[in-house]
């Protein structure tokens, strides 16, 4: 399942940054408004439906009402919006508004130029933080202990990051495809279709593969217990998931890892790709390249999710935790400092055949790879065993806030700060300076929140590991109570030796309770 969640996303993210970075009118200034004014509303809008959802539907009819949605609207998008693009799009619209109120508006008034491209960098977002967050982790953590979640997590992540080499292959191969084509033909659109159908065929994979594990795969004794607790799931408006998030420090600390993870790799993102663009301006060029750097982070990700069972292993949660804001705070000076100092390196690397642009291009994504595979390999499975430890209201409660408020809070708080530089400063190049500092502050919250969330973890996990345990030995000791019971005339037997001969009590207990299966077998 995971595999193919983030095949699919892999395609769409690289697909949407294209479309709106590249199109016509557009540029990567549209990112840090598109992020806030469209994407967070319809983020809060989306969760507070499904939480709605969550009450009156059962976990499976819930799992299909949302990804159904998803399946729809990425094929249609392939063959009838993008297709459509110059009959519905305000081109003429846009050109007036932006006329009037000057080139600082560019970014609000590109939303209005290409809409039926925001709304498919949404929808894509949103296939980032429903799909992967809410309904396949979520599914993961309703049916996985702390233990089996060491060992596991990074397993998942493992065999699914295997998905982005394949991905960016794919993505690239289509991106490609216009070099055979004939003179006229839109290359573009014949690549999009193309991607668009795997994501439907995907799409349609993970339901079946959900469908798959409910039907024949999971303890069927168990789904009462399991689908009591999802009845009791809570109804939080934005309110009273902000009270959630205050009230308990746990999940604030748990929060402020999220939020700060979002504006971190946005701060650094969104001036990347305006560096991008500048280097590729077509969309296949573009998305060729977004393949190239998808591929990369598979490789980096796939080796890191090796690394990362070890170091969870080893050294503990802490460590695991801290590695992702160290990775992002070292790659972002590089990045930030060859951007601003930059100039007098340029006849040093005219000898490497880069420009000051190409190299600005190449240290980003490097940046973004190593940052994003530590998060797939490191962030998220320590994220995720964050919540296991809790108790089910808080589980439940927690996460419903966080998802709500935190996913999206994170990734507009960037976007935000972004737009303030923007319209301060006129551009985002003039902003870079600033934008670094302001890196440095949050990756150092981010750090103290990480420690903080340790001193708190450690214990509960091991609270957790110990009922775990205790419930283990107590099902064993009930499972050998039944089997004896079922066998009365051995128990009999052993009964009157015991009390003819105190010393051999150990050794006629012992083979008994070690070898529940064999009487059982005996009494059948």
């Not at 991106?175 to 668009?196: E, F, K």
């Not at 430890?389 to 700060?417: F, H, Q, R, T, Y």
């Given at each position: ?19 709106v ?7 990567a200034?549209?990112i ?38 998803f ?14 693009r ?11 508004l ?34 992967i967050?809410?309904l ?11 233990e ?28 490609n ?5 004939g ?13 668009m ?14 469908w ?6 999971i ?8 689908a ?7 109804k ?33 993102e ?6 991008l ?9 573009y ?25 969870l292993?080893?050294f ?28 007098p390196?340029?006849?040093?690397m ?41 108790d ?11 998802d ?7 990734k ?7 737009q303030?530089m ?13 934008l ?10 981010w ?69 529940p ?8």
């Amino acid at each position: 399942m995971f595999f193919c969640i983030l095949f699919n996303y892999t395609i769409l993210r690289d697909t949407k940054d294209v479309l709106v970075v590249t199109a016509k009118g557009s540029s990567a200034e549209i990112i840090p408004f598109l992020k806030t004014w469209v994407n967070l509303p319809m983020a809060i809008g989306f969760m507070l439906l499904y939480t709605k959802l969550a009450d009156v539907l059962s976990k499976e009819a819930l799992f299909y009402t949302v990804i159904f949605p998803f399946i729809a609207f990425f094929g249609a998008f392939g063959y009838l919006l993008y297709p459509m693009r110059d009959a519905i799009h305000p081109t003429a619209l846009a050109d007036r508004l932006l006329a009037a109120l000057g080139p600082s508006f560019l970014g609000p008034v590109a939303i209005l130029r290409v809409w039926s491209f925001c709304l498919f960098y949404v929808m894509a977002e949103l296939w980032g933080s429903v799909v992967i967050s809410v309904l396949f982790w979520g599914f993961a953590n309703q049916i996985t202990t702390v233990e089996e979640a060491k060992e596991f997590y990074p397993l998942f992540g493992l065999g699914a990051n295997v998905a982005l080499i394949f991905s960016g292959r794919t993505v690239k191969y289509f991106s490609n495809m216009r070099q055979n084509l004939g003179p006229g033909v839109d290359g573009w659109a014949i690549s999009l279709r193309g991607m668009m159908s795997i994501v439907v065929l995907l799409g349609l994979v993970i339901a079946g593969i959900y469908w798959g594990v409910n039907r024949f795969v999971i303890d069927k004794s168990a789904a009462p217990v399991v689908a009591r607790k999802k009845k009791d799931k809570p109804k939080l408006s934005m309110g009273e998931s902000l009270k959630v998030l205050v009230s308990s420090r746990y999940v604030r600390d748990l929060a402020t890892l999220v939020v700060a993870y979002g504006i971190s790799i946005n701060l650094v993102e969104v001036t990347w790709k305006s560096k991008l663009k500048a280097q590729y301006p077509s969309p296949n060029e573009y998305s060729s390249f977004m393949g190239d750097f998808s591929t990369a982070t598979g490789i980096a990700t796939f080796t890191m999710m090796l690394l990362g069972r070890v170091i969870l292993r080893k050294f503990g949660w802490g460590v695991a935790a801290t590695i992702t804001p160290a990775v992002l705070l070292l790659t972002g000076v590089g990045f930030f400092s060859l951007i601003l100092f930059g100039e007098p390196l340029t006849p040093l690397m005219a000898n490497f055949g880069l420009t000051p642009l190409l190299a600005a291009v190449y240290v980003g994504a490097m940046q973004n790879i190593f940052s994003k595979s530590a998060k797939y390999s490191l962030f998220d499975p320590c994220k995720e065993m964050a919540y296991i430890p809790l108790d089910e209201d808080m589980k439940v409660k927690g996460k419903a806030a966080i998802d709500v408020v935190c996913n999206p809070l994170g990734k507009s708080g960037g976007a935000l700060i972004q737009q303030f530089m923007i319209l301060s400063f006129g551009s985002l190049a003039n902003s870079t300076p600033y934008l670094g500092g302001i890196l440095l502050v949050i990756v150092l919250a981010w750090l103290g929140a990480v420690r903080s969330l340790d001193s708190q973890f450690s214990p509960l996990a091991k609270q957790e590991l110990e009922r775990e345990k205790m419930l283990k030995a107590k099902t064993v000791e009930t499972t050998a109570q039944v089997v004896g019971s079922g066998n009365g005339s051995l128990q009999e037997t052993l009964a009157s030796e015991n009390s003819a001969n105190g010393s051999a009590i150990k050794q006629t207990q012992e083979p008994e309770s070690t070898t529940p299966e064999k009487s059982g077998q005996q009494s059948q």
